[in-house]
C-alpha cells in the first residue's frame, strides 16, 4: 500500500518488444572489441558446506548443528516430524492449529507473557507447517542463546492448551486462509493439489477456511500429545556455535522431556498420478488474467531420478530461457509468461506448468503446454540445453544458504524428510552427474502422463473460452464443485 | 524505500566520504566483519568493495542519483519509467537480455527506483563477476531504446498502476498524505505520480534525463562477495574506465517546508470499506543523533505485538483492524508515519485520541529501562538480519554512499543506537512531536 516503494515487476518488464518505429539510440564512444561478447568466466568455485553434526540425546530428540562461523545470528528450530498429512483426515489443519498453541502460553504464563519473553531477547518468532512437517523457529542475537533455549523449551514442553486463545488462534488463522483467496494462483495451484491427492493424506491441507470450524482445541491437543516427542523431533542449530557445548545446553533443558510411542507410519501412501483429462475451472471474480496449470505426481526427493528431473524442470519451465516461455509467449505468442515448478513431499512430488493468458487463448495455451510435455519426452533434446540448465541450478545453489533462515530452512527440510546428506552438502555434484540421458529417461516416465488442468478466470468468460475442451468441472473459488460444462455449455 | 535505507539516518548529519580507505576485521557483532575498500575511477564513478568468501557468490548494485527527486514539475514518472527502459537493451545486448544473462548463471536480477537514486542489483556465482560488470556498463555506456519499447513500456506502467488503484482502494489517500507532510514537490510527488505526466513525457524528457543522470560521475558501483581485489579492480578498470564521464551533476533541491501549525485534512470516498486515517510528524531538521533515538522510538512504538501502540491499538482498545506506523527517511527529511483503519468513524476518531496520548506519555514520563531494553535488542536483531547477505550489505553500501555516511564509520553504528537513552527518547519527542511537525487525513467513506 505504499506508493514509493514496489518490487520491480519481471514479469511486466519481460513483456514483448512493439513493433519497432523509428530509434532512440544514444549515441556511444568507440568500443573496445572486449565489449561485443559476454566474457568468458572465471574457474568456477563449488559451493562447499559444513557437515551435519547429529548428536543423539537419551530421550530420542536429535540435535543437528551446522556451524556458521562469524554469524551474529543463531537460528534455532524444533522440527517436529508431523505436518498437515498427519491431521485426521476429517479434520484439516489439526496440525497447523496445534503448533500455533505452542507461544500461547503456559499453566504460569499467559499468550502475552510469551510474547514479551520472545520480544524482551530481540527474537523473531515464526511457525510454519508443510504436509510433512512443523517448525517453530527462533532467531536471535547470539548472546541470548541461553534465554532463547529456555523459552523454546517452556513453548514446547509445557504449552497450555486454552480455550481463549484457541479460539482467538482459530480465527486468525481463518482470516488468513480467506485472504489468500484473493490469490488466483494461490487458488489454482491448491486446487490441483486438492485433485491430485484425491483420497490421500495429502489433501488434508488443500482445503478452503470454511473446515477450521470443526477443529477444536481437545483435536489440537490431541494432536500434539500423539507428535509432540522427542523421538519425533530433531533440533536444529545454525550458528557460530559449537556442536557438542550446544547440544550439552540443550540436552539440560530437553531432557525431561519423556520418550513416547509413534503412531506414524514410515511414509504416507504414495498418491497415485493422474490417468484420465480433467480440466477443471475455478471461478475467480477477481481475475484479471487466466491462470493455468497443468501438473500431475512425480518422485519423491528420496528417488534416483530426483535430480535428473530438477534438470529437466528446469531446461523445460526454469527460467525465460526455457521451452514453455520460449514457445508459449516468444514464439506463438499464447502467454504472458509460462513457467514450470516442482515442489517435494515424503511421499512424492509435484509438477507443473504454470501459465498466465488471456481468456481467448486458454485452449491453445494448454494445449501447447500438453505439446511442449510431449515433446520434451519424445524428441531428440540437445546437450547444451541439458548444460545450459545444470549450470543454472548449480549457480543457484548457495542462494539458497545466503540468509541465515534459508539456511536453517533448507537444513530441516533434509532433516525431516530423511534424507541422505548428499542433499545437503552435495547436491551440486549430484546435478554434474546428470546427462542427457538420465534427463530423457526422466521425461520419458513423467512428462507422457495425463496432466490435470486447472484454470483460474472469471466465469463469464467459461463459455467461449471453454468451448473446445469436451468437459470442464466448474467450482467456485474455495473450490466447490458446481456443474460441468461441455464443449463450454452446461448440459 | 529500500529495506536498508530505512536504517541510514543519519544522512544529513555526518560527514561527506573521505578518502579509499580499509580496515581490519572489527567486532563480529557490528554487522560488519568484512574489510571494505573504496576509491574512484578518473571518470568520477564511486566504487566499493568487499571480499567475503563465505559463499561462492557476488552481488554487484550500480546505483545512479536519478531517483524521483530528479525530476521536474509535469516529468512525475519520468525515473521509474526510465528504470524500466534500462532492460530495453544497449549496444551489445538486445532488450531484456540483460535478465537471460544472469538468468542462465542461476543468478538473480532487480532493480529499485526510490527517492534519491535508482538501483540495479545482481547475485551471480561469483566467477561471473565479469559478466554482470559488462552488462553494466554497456547500459551505463550506450543504452539504446526504440520508440516502440518507450511506448510499451509506457503502457504498461499505466496499467499497473491502474491495477493497483482498481486493487488498493487505500492508495490515493497515501499520494495525499505524503503531499501534505511534505509539501515540496520534489520530496512529496509520488514515483508514479497520477500517471498524467507519465503520459505527456517525450523521447527528449528521456534522452536528457538519461544524459545527465546515468553516467559514471553521478553513479556508486559496489561488489561484495567471493572477489579478488585485485582481479576485481582490473575488471571494473576494463569495463568503466573508459566511459567518458557526463556533465557535472548538480545537488538535489534542499527541502523547503513551511508549516507553522498542523495540517487536518479530510479525504472523503464513498467507495471505499471503512474509514481510517493518516497521522504523520514530518521530523525536519534533525539534530546530530536524532536519527539513533529515532529508529530506537520506532521500534519502541511500532515493532513486535507487545510494542507500545500495538498493544494500545489492537489489543487493548481495539480501536483499529488495521494498523500499521514506522519511521521514513527522504534523503534526509525523517517523518513517523501511522495508518489506522477502523470499523467506524468515532472508533477511527478514538483510535487517534489514543495514539496522541501515547505521544503525550512519552512527553511526560520517562521510558522504563526494560522497555528500551527490548526495543534495542528488537533493533538489533534486524540491523543484523538486514545485513546478513551479501546483496543486503551491498545495497547498504550503495544507500550509505548516497547518505554521504563515511564507511569507516560502519563498524561503530550498531553502538550508537544501543546508546539511545530514555532521556534523549524524552528530550526528543518533546522537541520534535509538536503541532507544527503534525499532518493529518481523515478518510471517511462518507
Same mark, same amino acid.
Given at each position: 500500500?505504499?506508493?514509493?516503494?514496489?518490487?520491480?515487476?519481471?514479469?511486466?518488464?519481460?513483456?514483448?518488444?512493439?513493433?519497432?518505429?523509428?530509434?532512440?539510440?544514444?549515441?556511444?564512444?568507440?568500443?573496445?572489441?572486449?565489449?561485443?561478447? &559476454?566474457?568468458?568466466?572465471?574457474?568456477?568455485?563449488?559451493?562447499?558446506?559444513?557437515?551435519?553434526?547429529?548428536?543423539?540425546?537419551?530421550?530420542?530428540? *536429535?540435535?543437528?548443528?551446522?556451524?556458521?562461523?562469524?554469524?551474529?545470528?543463531?537460528?534455532?528450530?524444533?522440527?517436529?516430524?508431523?505436518?498437515?498429512?498427519?491431521?485426521?483426515?476429517?479434520?484439516?489443519? *489439526? %496440525?497447523?492449529? %496445534?503448533?500455533?498453541?505452542?507461544?500461547?502460553?503456559?499453566?504460569?504464563?499467559?499468550?502475552?507473557?510469551?510474547?514479551?519473553?520472545?520480544?524482551?531477547?530481540?527474537?523473531?518468532?515464526?511457525?510454519?507447517?508443510?504436509?510433512?512437517?512443523?517448525?517453530?523457529?527462533?532467531?536471535?542475537?547470539?548472546?541470548?542463546?541461553?534465554?532463547?533455549?529456555?523459552?523454546?523449551?517452556?513453548?514446547?514442553?509445557?504449552?497450555? +492448551?486454552?480455550?481463549?486463545? +484457541?479460539?482467538?488462534?482459530?480465527?486468525?488463522?481463518?482470516?488468513?486462509?480467506?485472504?489468500?483467496?484473493?490469490? &488466483?494462483?494461490?487458488?489454482?495451484?491448491?486446487?490441483?493439489?486438492?485433485?491430485?491427492?484425491?483420497?490421500?493424506?495429502?489433501?488434508?491441507?488443500?482445503?478452503?477456511?470454511?473446515?477450521?470450524?470443526?477443529?477444536?482445541?481437545?483435536?489440537?491437543?490431541?494432536?500434539?500429545?500423539? +507428535?509432540?516427542?522427542?523421538?519425533?523431533?530433531?533440533?536444529?542449530? %545454525?550458528?557460530?556455535?559449537?556442536?557438542?557445548?550446544?547440544?550439552?545446553?540443550?540436552?539440560?533443558?530437553?531432557?525431561?522431556?519423556?520418550?513416547?510411542?509413534?503412531?506414524?507410519?514410515?511414509?504416507?501412501?504414495?498418491?497415485?498420478?493422474?490417468?484420465?483429462?480433467?480440466?477443471?475451472?475455478?471461478?475467480?471474480?477477481?481475475?484479471?488474467?487466466?491462470?493455468?496449470?497443468?501438473?500431475?505426481?512425480?518422485? &519423491? &526427493?528420496?528417488?534416483?531420478?530426483?535430480?535428473?528431473?530438477?534438470?529437466?524442470?528446469?531446461?523445460?519451465?526454469?527460467?525465460?530461457?526455457?521451452?514453455?516461455?520460449?514457445?508459449?509467449?516468444?514464439?506463438?505468442?499464447?502467454?504472458?509468461?509460462?513457467?514450470?515448478?516442482?515442489?517435494?513431499?515424503?511421499?512424492?512430488?509435484?509438477?507443473?506448468?504454470?501459465?498466465?493468458?488471456?481468456?481467448?487463448?486458454?485452449?491453445?495455451?494448454?494445449?501447447?503446454?500438453?505439446?511442449? +510435455?510431449?515433446?520434451?519426452?519424445?524428441?531428440?533434446?540437445?546437450?547444451?540445453?541439458?548444460?545450459?540448465?545444470?549450470?543454472?541450478?548449480?549457480?543457484?545453489?548457495?542462494?539458497?544458504?545466503?540468509?541465515?533462515?534459508?539456511?536453517?530452512?533448507?537444513?530441516?527440510?533434509?532433516?525431516?524428510?530423511?534424507?541422505?546428506?548428499?542433499?545437503?552438502?552435495?547436491?551440486?555434484?549430484?546435478?554434474?552427474?546428470?546427462?542427457?540421458?538420465?534427463?530423457?529417461?526422466?521425461?520419458?516416465?513423467?512428462?507422457?502422463?495425463?496432466?490435470?488442468?486447472?484454470?483460474?478466470?472469471?466465469?463469464?468468460?467459461?463459455?467461449?473460452?471453454?468451448?473446445?475442451?469436451?468437459?470442464?468441472?466448474?467450482?467456485?473459488? *474455495?473450490?466447490?464443485?458446481?456443474?460441468?460444462?461441455?464443449?463450454?455449455?452446461?448440459? | 524505500?529500500?529495506?536498508?535505507?530505512?536504517?541510514?539516518?543519519?544522512?544529513?548529519? /555526518?560527514?561527506?566520504?573521505?578518502?579509499?580507505?580499509?580496515?581490519?576485521?572489527?567486532?563480529?557483532?557490528?554487522?560488519?566483519?568484512?574489510?571494505?575498500?573504496?576509491?574512484?575511477?578518473?571518470?568520477?564513478?564511486?566504487?566499493?568493495?568487499?571480499?567475503?568468501?563465505?559463499?561462492?557468490?557476488?552481488?554487484?548494485?550500480?546505483?545512479?542519483?536519478?531517483?524521483?527527486?530528479?525530476?521536474?514539475?509535469?516529468?512525475?514518472?519520468?525515473?521509474?519509467?526510465?528504470?524500466?527502459?534500462?532492460?530495453?537493451?544497449?549496444?551489445?545486448?538486445?532488450?531484456?537480455?540483460?535478465?537471460?544473462?544472469?538468468?542462465?548463471? =542461476?543468478?538473480?536480477?532487480?532493480?529499485?527506483?526510490?527517492?534519491?537514486?535508482?538501483?540495479?542489483?545482481?547475485?551471480?556465482?561469483?566467477?561471473?563477476?565479469?559478466?554482470?560488470?559488462?552488462?553494466?556498463?554497456?547500459?551505463?555506456?550506450?543504452?539504446?531504446?526504440?520508440?516502440?519499447?518507450?511506448?510499451?513500456?509506457?503502457?504498461?506502467?499505466?496499467?499497473?498502476?491502474?491495477?493497483?488503484?482498481?486493487?488498493?482502494?487505500?492508495?490515493?489517500?497515501?499520494?495525499?498524505?505524503?503531499?501534505?507532510?511534505?509539501?515540496?514537490?520534489?520530496?512529496?510527488?509520488?514515483?508514479? =505520480?497520477?500517471?498524467?505526466?507519465?503520459?505527456?513525457?517525450?523521447?527528449?524528457?528521456?534522452?536528457?534525463?538519461?544524459?545527465?543522470?546515468?553516467?559514471?560521475?553521478?553513479? !556508486?558501483?559496489?561488489?561484495?562477495?567471493?572477489?579478488?581485489?585485485?582481479?576485481?579492480?582490473?575488471?571494473?578498470?576494463?569495463?568503466?574506465?573508459?566511459?567518458?564521464?557526463?556533465?557535472?551533476?548538480?545537488?538535489?533541491?534542499?527541502?523547503?517546508?513551511?508549516?507553522?501549525?498542523?495540517?487536518?485534512?479530510?479525504?472523503?470516498?464513498?467507495?471505499?470499506?471503512?474509514?481510517?486515517?493518516?497521522?504523520?510528524?514530518?521530523?525536519?531538521?534533525?539534530?546530530?543523533?536524532?536519527?539513533?533515538?529515532?529508529?530506537?522510538?520506532?521500534?519502541?512504538?511500532?515493532?513486535?505485538?507487545?510494542?507500545?501502540?500495538?498493544?494500545?491499538?489492537?489489543?487493548?482498545?481495539?480501536?483499529?483492524?488495521?494498523?500499521?506506523? =514506522?519511521?521514513?527517511?527522504?534523503?534526509?527529511?525523517?517523518? /513517523?508515519?501511522?495508518?489506522?483503519?477502523?470499523?467506524?468513524?468515532?472508533?477511527?476518531?478514538?483510535?487517534?485520541?489514543?495514539?496522541?496520548?501515547?505521544?503525550?506519555?512519552?512527553?511526560?514520563?520517562?521510558?522504563?529501562?526494560?522497555?528500551?531494553?527490548?526495543?534495542?535488542?528488537?533493533?538489533?536483531?534486524?540491523?543484523?538480519?538486514?545485513?546478513?547477505?551479501?546483496?543486503?550489505?551491498?545495497?547498504?553500501?550503495?544507500?550509505?554512499?548516497?547518505?554521504?555516511?563515511?564507511?569507516?564509520?560502519?563498524?561503530?553504528? /550498531?553502538?550508537?543506537?544501543?546508546?539511545?537513552?530514555?532521556?534523549?527518547?524524552?528530550?526528543? !519527542?518533546?522537541?520534535?512531536?509538536?503541532?507544527?511537525?503534525?499532518?493529518?487525513?481523515?478518510?471517511?467513506?462518507?
Amino acid at each position: 500500500m505504499r506508493p514509493q516503494s514496489r518490487p520491480f515487476p519481471i514479469v511486466a518488464v519481460i513483456a514483448l518488444a512493439a513493433a519497432l518505429v523509428g530509434s532512440l539510440t544514444v549515441p556511444a564512444a568507440a568500443q573496445g572489441r572486449f565489449r561485443r561478447t &559476454p566474457p568468458i568466466p572465471d574457474s568456477f568455485r563449488e559451493l562447499k558446506l559444513p557437515e551435519i553434526q547429529s548428536i543423539p540425546m537419551a530421550n530420542g530428540l *536429535t540435535v543437528a548443528v551446522t556451524p556458521q562461523p562469524g554469524s551474529p545470528l543463531l537460528t534455532l528450530q524444533v522440527v517436529i516430524r508431523a505436518g498437515e498429512s498427519d491431521s485426521p483426515r476429517d479434520l484439516p489443519y *489439526t %496440525a497447523t492449529l %496445534a503448533a500455533r498453541m505452542m507461544d500461547r502460553g503456559t499453566k504460569e504464563l499467559s499468550a502475552d507473557d510469551m510474547e514479551n519473553i520472545v520480544e524482551s531477547i530481540g527474537g523473531d518468532l515464526s511457525v510454519t507447517v508443510s504436509m510433512d512437517y512443523t517448525v517453530l523457529t527462533l532467531q536471535v542475537l547470539a548472546e541470548y542463546l541461553d534465554r532463547a533455549l529456555d523459552t523454546l523449551r517452556l513453548m514446547v514442553l509445557e504449552p497450555e +492448551f486454552r480455550d481463549l486463545e +484457541f479460539a482467538s488462534t482459530r480465527r486468525t488463522f481463518f482470516y488468513e486462509l480467506q485472504d489468500r483467496n484473493k490469490n &488466483p494462483e494461490f487458488v489454482g495451484h491448491r486446487h490441483l493439489l486438492r485433485i491430485l491427492f484425491e483420497n490421500n493424506p495429502y489433501q488434508t491441507a488443500t482445503w478452503g477456511e470454511d473446515v477450521l470450524k470443526y477443529v477444536t482445541l481437545k483435536d489440537a491437543h490431541a494432536f500434539y500429545n500423539r +507428535f509432540y516427542a522427542p523421538n519425533n523431533t530433531v533440533f536444529v542449530v %545454525a550458528g557460530d556455535v559449537d556442536g557438542p557445548a550446544i547440544a550439552r545446553k540443550i540436552g539440560q533443558r530437553f531432557a525431561a522431556w519423556p520418550r513416547r510411542l509413534i503412531d506414524r507410519p514410515a511414509a504416507p501412501p504414495a498418491p497415485t498420478p493422474n490417468t484420465k483429462e480433467r480440466v477443471c475451472f475455478l471461478d475467480h471474480p477477481g481475475s484479471e488474467d487466466a491462470v493455468i496449470f497443468v501438473g500431475n505426481l512425480v518422485m &519423491p &526427493p528420496s528417488a534416483s531420478d530426483y535430480y535428473p528431473f530438477l534438470v529437466l524442470n528446469q531446461a523445460l519451465g526454469g527460467t525465460m530461457n526455457s521451452r514453455l516461455f520460449m514457445s508459449l509467449r516468444e514464439s506463438k505468442g499464447f502467454a504472458y509468461a509460462a513457467f514450470s515448478e516442482a515442489e517435494f513431499f515424503r511421499a512424492c512430488g509435484v509438477f507443473w506448468a504454470k501459465a498466465r493468458v488471456a481468456p481467448e487463448m486458454i485452449h491453445a495455451a494448454v494445449q501447447e503446454i500438453i505439446k511442449e +510435455f510431449k515433446a520434451f519426452s519424445s524428441e531428440k533434446v540437445v546437450p547444451a540445453e541439458i548444460e545450459e540448465a545444470k549450470s543454472f541450478l548449480v549457480g543457484q545453489l548457495p542462494l539458497k544458504f545466503e540468509s541465515p533462515d534459508r539456511y536453517a530452512d533448507r537444513l530441516a527440510w533434509v532433516v525431516a524428510l530423511g534424507l541422505d546428506a548428499g542433499h545437503w552438502n552435495r547436491a551440486s555434484d549430484n546435478l554434474m552427474l546428470v546427462n542427457a540421458e538420465k534427463v530423457i529417461e526422466a521425461a520419458q516416465k513423467y512428462l507422457p502422463m495425463t496432466p490435470v488442468v486447472v484454470i483460474v478466470g472469471k466465469m463469464e468468460w467459461a463459455g467461449a473460452a471453454l468451448k473446445d475442451f469436451d468437459a470442464v468441472e466448474i467450482y467456485d473459488s *474455495t473450490g466447490a464443485f458446481k456443474t460441468i460444462l461441455r464443449q463450454g455449455v452446461e448440459k | 524505500m529500500s529495506k536498508a535505507t530505512t536504517l541510514l539516518l543519519t544522512a544529513t548529519l /555526518l560527514l561527506a566520504a573521505g578518502p579509499p580507505s580499509a580496515w581490519p576485521q572489527k567486532a563480529v557483532s557490528s554487522g560488519w566483519r568484512f574489510p571494505i575498500e573504496e576509491y574512484r575511477l578518473n571518470n568520477g564513478l564511486r566504487v566499493i568493495l568487499s571480499a567475503d568468501e563465505t559463499l561462492p557468490l557476488v552481488s554487484v548494485v550500480l546505483a545512479y542519483g536519478a531517483g524521483s527527486i530528479r525530476e521536474q514539475q509535469g516529468q512525475a514518472g519520468l525515473a521509474y519509467l526510465m528504470e524500466n527502459l534500462m532492460f530495453q537493451g544497449s549496444e551489445n545486448i538486445g532488450p531484456l537480455q540483460h535478465l537471460s544473462y544472469i538468468q542462465r548463471t =542461476g543468478g538473480i536480477v532487480n532493480a529499485d527506483t526510490t527517492l534519491d537514486k535508482a538501483v540495479y542489483y545482481q547475485t551471480l556465482p561469483s566467477n561471473q563477476l565479469a559478466l554482470a560488470l559488462w552488462l553494466e556498463s554497456d547500459r551505463m555506456r550506450s543504452l539504446q531504446i526504440t520508440a516502440g519499447s518507450l511506448e510499451k513500456r509506457r503502457e504498461e506502467i499505466l496499467a499497473e498502476h491502474r491495477r493497483r488503484l482498481a486493487t488498493e482502494p487505500y492508495l490515493e489517500s497515501y499520494s495525499v498524505f505524503d503531499a501534505s507532510l511534505y509539501p515540496d514537490f520534489p520530496y512529496g510527488h509520488p514515483l508514479i =505520480g497520477t500517471g498524467g505526466d507519465l503520459e505527456s513525457l517525450t523521447e527528449a524528457d528521456i534522452k536528457a534525463f538519461y544524459a545527465g543522470c546515468y553516467i559514471p560521475n553521478n553513479a !556508486v558501483l559496489t561488489i561484495v562477495g567471493d572477489i579478488q581485489i585485485a582481479r576485481t579492480k582490473e575488471l571494473v578498470t576494463k569495463y568503466f574506465d573508459p566511459i567518458p564521464p557526463g556533465s557535472a551533476v548538480s545537488p538535489p533541491p534542499r527541502p523547503n517546508f513551511e508549516q507553522p501549525r498542523e495540517v487536518v485534512q479530510m479525504m472523503q470516498d464513498a467507495s471505499l470499506p471503512s474509514p481510517g486515517f493518516h497521522l504523520g510528524y514530518r521530523l525536519f531538521p534533525p539534530q546530530t543523533g536524532d536519527a539513533y533515538t529515532l529508529k530506537i522510538l520506532e521500534d519502541l512504538l511500532f515493532r513486535g505485538r507487545t510494542s507500545r501502540l500495538y498493544t494500545r491499538i489492537m489489543k487493548r482498545d481495539l480501536t483499529a483492524y488495521y494498523f500499521w506506523g =514506522g519511521l521514513e527517511n527522504r534523503r534526509g527529511v525523517l517523518a /513517523l508515519k501511522i495508518f489506522a483503519l477502523n470499523t467506524t468513524d468515532v472508533m477511527a476518531e478514538r483510535c487517534q485520541k489514543a495514539l496522541l496520548s501515547e505521544f503525550e506519555k512519552l512527553k511526560v514520563g520517562l521510558v522504563s529501562e526494560d522497555e528500551l531494553n527490548k526495543a534495542r535488542r528488537l533493533f538489533k536483531l534486524d540491523y543484523l538480519q538486514r545485513l546478513s547477505t551479501g546483496l543486503d550489505r551491498a545495497l547498504y553500501l550503495a544507500d550509505a554512499a548516497f547518505a554521504e555516511i563515511p564507511l569507516q564509520a560502519l563498524p561503530s553504528e /550498531l553502538e550508537k543506537y544501543m546508546k539511545v537513552s530514555s532521556q534523549s527518547l524524552n528530550l526528543l !519527542v518533546n522537541r520534535l512531536f509538536v503541532p507544527g511537525n503534525k499532518v493529518v487525513l481523515n478518510i471517511r467513506i462518507r
